[in-house]
């Protein structure tokens, strides 16, 4: 079945941790996108990528990197997790329709984060 | 400064009431507009979207405008259920980029009370 995932769903972690968030989907789609969203308030974009070894700065800056060597996943990294990256990050992809309006982007699950 | 501002913020009401949410954009130049609903924990899911043209779209119990002249929208729920309690966020897409770059609302957090 065509979808996009995310592990884990929920992570309690020390500061000066290192995590991977992980982002998969199996819907072929080029363009992949990692958003942060703090309760009651917007998505805000921290990274996108087009398609295999694209990787882009979002709106948000962020601490954490990506990388995109294969086309269905896009793991997102903290070197080394603190306090302030306590949030939630939900991982989005979409085809690659140049110049097409109906350029849907179909989000994961999400992964609560909780740095201690 | 292209921005979606949503009201209410919050919203509560009784199992079978009807309730309409607004969102007001400054996104420019304008491609679509998505109403997502985002349960508690989840990821959001589409539920409309509308393009410059279209100035109503209709998915089962949840009926969506666009003026893009005001440039604004509404999103109205029949007949409201209890799984109907989410959040309901606007969202609009620029045409200026390949990106087709998304403009999130802040969200309006309905509640359905039996």
């Known amino acids: 079945e065509a979808d996009i995932y995310q592990t884990p769903r929920y992570l309690v972690i020390g500061t000066g941790k290192k995590i991977t968030l992980e982002c998969s989907q199996t819907?072929?789609?080029?363009?992949m996108y990692w958003y942060q969203q703090d309760p009651g308030m917007e998505l805000h974009l921290i990274h996108y990528?087009?398609?295999?070894?694209?990787?882009e700065k979002g709106d948000l800056s962020s601490e954490s990197t990506v990388s995109r060597i294969r086309t269905e996943h896009f793991p997102l990294t903290l070197e080394s997790a603190r306090p302030s990256h306590t949030s939630q990050y939900l991982c989005?992809?979409?085809?690659?329709?140049?110049?097409?309006?109906?350029?849907?982007?179909?989000f994961g699950p999400g992964t609560r984060l909780t740095v201690l | 400064k292209n921005q979606v501002e949503q009201s209410p913020q919050s919203l509560i009401i009784l199992e079978g009431k009807n309730c309409t949410l607004q969102?007001?954009?400054?996104?420019?130049?304008?491609?679509?507009l998505r109403w997502y609903k985002q349960d508690t924990g989840r990821g959001p899911v589409s539920l409309t979207i509308?393009?410059?043209?279209?100035n109503t779209k209709s998915n089962g119990r949840y009926t969506a405008t666009l003026d893009a002249d005001t440039k604004q929208s509404s999103l109205h729920i029949t007949a409201s259920q209890l799984s109907d309690s989410a959040s309901y966020i606007c969202?609009?897409?620029?045409?200026?980029?390949?990106?087709?770059?998304?403009?999130f609302g802040r969200g309006t957090q309905l509640t359905v009370w039996p």
């Open positions: 509308m393009t410059f043209s279209e």
């Open positions: 969202v609009v897409s620029d045409r200026g980029s390949t990106l087709g770059r998304l403009y």
């Open positions: 990528s087009y398609g295999v070894n694209s990787t």
């Open positions: 969102c007001n954009y400054t996104v420019s130049p304008f491609s679509n």
């Open positions: 989005a992809s979409s085809e690659r329709a140049l110049g097409g309006p109906y350029n849907e982007q179909f």
């Open positions: 819907m072929g789609h080029d363009k």
